[in-house]
């Protein structure tokens, strides 16, 4: 059974209001769970947003039974340690639901806009590495931790209070050069992007060869894919909106109405996906999540 979890775009307008709207009815209508990007702007133009790691403390206290986190932190916002001991920190406050997911940023401007260096692809997944490495020697190491990287070090780190579990590390990408092979050496979960059933399926073979390169089984990483969802009461509503969006873009994403959106679910299934974040853009639009529940969520459910 696919599981099935909401992704909203905090740069597009999230406040306090909407986030705690939003929670409670992932968790009420039976949502797996709630991701967010981890960015504070994408315009322009540019709108309200939420800090992310703050949105996810709160998200820590004010929901309940759903897994969280950012899809994904970039490694150039914020140093690794100081990450690390965040997530830790809201993974202990949430009772063991959050995810962290990592990965080497890529909006220019908004590096810009905030005085944040902005590398090359190359130096990005320097940073990464550096970030993997200090991240899963703080979460598996009791004893201080030193490290020299390229880009970020430690001397004699440690991470206190110890946290209550290990908390899961997600790494986001499709790439087969880079993004997998770090995959398969460092994280938990990993999370496609925008990918059709066929490009999913040829990645998590992939992925399957690249652990068992590093003598790890293929249950050690769980399969997610993050896409769009278009949800329509009828046909015609969802043609109204599907008219917008060209077929080489269209077969990366859910569209249809809830029986459509049901056998496309399948499809994903059948092709490794083990948990799917659809991504939501009105974040106003309660009924539709509601809807979506209803006659999606629960059927998948069920199923």
């Avoid at 009828?234 to 859910?254: F, G, H, S």
Wanted: glycine share 8%.
């Amino acid at each position: 059974m696919i599981a099935v979890g909401l992704m909203l775009e905090g740069q597009y307008g999230l406040t306090w209001e909407r986030w705690d709207r939003i929670l409670k009815a992932a968790a009420d209508f039976g949502f797996d769970s709630v991701f967010r990007s981890d960015h504070d702007t994408i315009g322009p133009p540019d709108y309200d947003s939420l800090e992310t790691w703050v949105s996810l403390t709160y998200a820590a206290s004010h929901s309940t039974r759903i897994e969280f986190g950012p899809l994904v932190s970039p490694t150039t916002f914020r140093h690794p340690a100081l990450t690390a001991r965040m997530a830790a920190a809201v993974d202990d406050l949430s009772g063991g639901r959050l995810v962290l997911g990592l990965g080497t940023g890529w909006h220019e401007r908004e590096h810009r806009q905030y005085g944040i260096p902005f590398y090359d692809v190359p130096t990005r997944f320097e940073m990464l590495q550096d970030a993997l490495e200090i991240t899963t020697r703080l979460f598996d190491q009791s004893e201080p931790v030193s490290y020299t990287g390229k880009h970020f070090s430690l001397d004699g780190a440690v991470l206190l209070p110890r946290p209550k579990r290990r908390t899961p590390i997600l790494i986001g990408g499709n790439g087969m050069n880079k993004t997998l092979p770090f995959v398969a050496q460092y994280a938990d979960e990993w999370n496609g992007v925008f990918l059709s059933p066929a490009d999913f399926r040829e990645r998590t073979a992939r992925l399957d060869e690249l652990l068992d390169e590093r003598g790890r089984p293929c249950s050690a990483v769980k399969r997610s894919l993050m896409t769009q969802v278009i949800f329509g009461a009828d046909d015609a509503k969802v043609q109204t909106r599907r008219a917008q969006i060209n077929d080489e873009r269209a077969a990366k994403l859910v569209i249809g109405t809830a029986s459509q959106i049901v056998d496309r679910l399948g499809e994903y299934a059948d092709a490794g996906v083990e948990r799917i974040m659809l991504q939501w853009l009105d974040l106003d639009d309660l009924a539709g999540i509601e809807r979506l529940a209803r006659d999606v969520v629960s059927v998948v459910r069920a199923n």
